[in-house]
């Protein structure tokens, strides 16, 4: 019995060693690669730039870089508005995550097309760059009114249809009966009470 025993208690303890716990292994960093969620967008419109291959917890310096302006004038004599001054790149920061990933929200103000790059503060990773184009403004500047260009459809008819209008004539309906009701009822109370 004491051999049972002791067989048992060495096979539970071999059972417990075993069933240690796992070590983390370590993963080979992503391949660098950066991407933007939209590539071409409106004026202060938000799109996420995304960039991977860098150190788990390293800093990672983003720079965005004008390419070309907005409009340009096309051979004409007169000058525009606005005459686009290229800056300076513009730069900001971010932490990569466990993977060595990051993903920074941006918006851009200005229209033109624009240049965006990562790298690595410590690694020296660098991706990109991935290019983004912004649209210039779609308002009308005091030239010729638009012009209707649907396939000889009218615009939509955004007012009161038909059907809203039935339900607020029954909404209307129901409520002036619910009135009635109230007023025959307490009529009737006062006769029975007189009574």
């Known amino acids: 019995m004491k051999k049972t025993l002791a067989t048992l208690a060495l096979a539970g303890s071999i059972a417990l060693v075993g069933a ?25 419109e938000t799109f996420t730039f995304t960039g991977q291959g860098f150190l788990a917890g390293e800093t990672v310096t983003i720079t965005v870089t004008l390419v070309t302006g907005g409009a340009t004038n096309a051979g004409g004599t007169a000058v ?6 290229f800056q300076a790149p513009q730069t900001l920061t971010a932490t990569a995550d466990a993977q060595g990933k ?9 229209a033109g097309t ?7 503060n410590t690694s020296g990773v660098t991706v990109g ?9 779609l308002a009308n500047t ?9 396939a000889g459809a009218g615009l939509a008819n955004t007012g009161a249809d038909s059907g809203l209008v039935l339900w607020t004539l029954v909404g209307a309906g129901a409520l002036a009966a619910g009135a009635t009701s109230v007023v025959v009822v307490r009529r009737r109370a006062k006769a029975e009470a007189a009574a």
Do not use: R
């Open 142 to 150: 005091g030239g010729a009114p638009l012009a209707n260009t649907g």
């Open 20 to 44: 240690a716990p796992s070590m983390a292994t370590t993963y080979p960093a992503l391949p660098p690669q950066a991407a933007v969620s939209d590539g071409s967008v409106a004026p202060g």
């Open 129 to 137: 760059p991935v290019t983004v184009t912004v649209a210039a403004s």
């Open 114 to 120: 624009y240049s965006i790059t990562a790298t690595g």
């Open 80 to 85: 525009s508005a606005k005459i686009p001054v």
């Open 102 to 110: 990051i993903s920074v929200p941006l918006a851009l103000n200005e």
